[in-house]
Structure formats: structure tokens, C-alpha cells
């Protein structure tokens, strides 16, 4: 079982990362959940969020507190967001709260 507070397997100390996921060897994951099929590039730093089938996170990016199936671009920061399928973050947005898409269609 995973701890979804905490990012980790009950009992271990360990980080939930799957083994089809890529993380680069300069990237930082923290009390985070990485799916197969995700992708941490280059000295990205991921805490407390889950990054699903098919997130992508760019060189230098941050995120924090969020749920990620999109695109997060090179030295982008997305925290207490949730991205879905097909959402994309531009390299070096900030992005703080949001839904994106967002659900009401604004």
C-alpha cells in the first residue's frame, strides 16, 4: 500500500517510482508517486505530487503539491496545480492553483 500523504510505501522508505518511469540522475523526487511512462528530465525537482502516464517534466522544472499528466516545460514551476492529459506548462511559467484545462471551459 502507498501512504498518498507521504508518497511512500507503508513499512519502506522508499519513493513510489515505477520502474518504466524515467527520472535523470540530476533530478530530485520527494514523498512523490511516478507512474510508468513519466518523465523527470535534468534537475528537475518533483515534491509531493503525482506524476501519471505520460507527464513530462522539463529540464530545471518545479513541482510541488500537484497532480501531473501534461507538459511541464524547461524551468517551469507548477505547484498546488493539477494538470490534466494533454495540458501543457511553457518553459519558465509560473503557474500557482490551477486547473488546467480548466473544467468550467473559462
Same mark, same amino acid.
Not at 1 to 5: H, T
Not at 76 to 103: I, K, Y
Given at each position: 500500500?502507498?501512504?498518498?500523504?507521504t *508518497?511512500?510505501?507503508?513499512?519502506?522508505?522508499?519513493?513510489?517510482?515505477? #520502474? *518504466?518511469?524515467? $527520472?535523470?540522475?540530476?533530478?530530485?523526487?520527494? #514523498?512523490? !508517486?511516478?507512474?510508468? +511512462?513519466?518523465?523527470?528530465?535534468?534537475?528537475?525537482? &518533483?515534491?509531493?505530487?503525482?506524476?501519471?502516464?505520460?507527464?513530462?517534466?522539463? %529540464?530545471? %522544472?518545479?513541482?510541488?503539491?500537484?497532480? $501531473?499528466?501534461?507538459h511541464?516545460?524547461?524551468?517551469? &514551476?507548477?505547484?498546488?496545480? &493539477?494538470?490534466?492529459?494533454?495540458?501543457? !506548462?511553457? #518553459?519558465?511559467?509560473?503557474?500557482? *492553483?490551477?486547473?488546467?484545462?480548466?473544467?468550467? +471551459?473559462?
Open positions: 500500500n502507498i501512504d498518498l500523504v *508518497g511512500r510505501r507503508v513499512g519502506q522508505t522508499c519513493d513510489a517510482v515505477a #520502474a *518504466g518511469a524515467h $527520472v535523470d540522475d540530476t533530478a530530485s523526487v520527494t #514523498a512523490s !508517486v511516478v507512474d510508468d +511512462g513519466a518523465t523527470v528530465s535534468a534537475d528537475a525537482v &518533483v515534491e509531493r505530487s503525482v506524476l501519471l502516464h505520460g507527464a513530462h517534466v522539463g %529540464a530545471g %522544472a518545479r513541482v510541488s503539491g500537484s497532480v $501531473v499528466m501534461g511541464v516545460g524547461d524551468g517551469a &514551476v507548477v505547484v498546488d496545480s &493539477v494538470l490534466g492529459a494533454g495540458a501543457v !506548462v511553457d #518553459a519558465g511559467e509560473h503557474l500557482v *492553483g490551477h486547473r488546467r484545462p480548466d473544467p468550467d +471551459g473559462a
